[in-house]
């Protein structure tokens, strides 16, 4: 089963950026990969996927600010999350788009108003 790690995160201010990676044990170049938050009292949601095919999605609350690239001879997939606003904050996770491998720790950002 691949393993997924998460790294990257941290507190920083509104309007501030940050570099999200996702390393993964094994291959995932023919998975659609993407990138979850979940915020306190909440559910985990989907906020940008790519395809096998580098084809990508954004969920309307991140378009335009958030950017998924993936590096398949590093087993990685990157989030470049910019402007970042104060309900941006969650712990991010990354897994296929269906959710089939186990979740790793995921990372924590934090966004200060």
């Known amino acids: 089963q691949v393993q997924l790690v998460e790294s990257g995160g941290g507190l920083v201010q509104a309007g501030g950026s940050l570099r999200l990676s996702c390393a993964a044990s094994g291959s995932i170049s023919i998975n659609a990969m993407g990138w979850y938050r979940q915020a306190p009292g909440k559910q985990r949601e989907l906020v940008a996927a790519i395809s096998s095919a580098d084809s990508t999605h954004y969920a309307n609350s991140v378009k335009g600010r958030f950017t998924i690239s993936r590096d398949n001879a590093k087993n990685t997939v990157y989030l470049q999350m910019n402007s970042l606003k104060p309900e941006d904050t969650a712990v991010y996770y990354c897994?296929?788009?269906?959710?089939?491998?186990?979740w790793g720790q995921g990372t924590q950002v934090t966004v200060s108003s």
């Open positions: 897994n296929t788009v269906t959710g089939i491998l186990t």
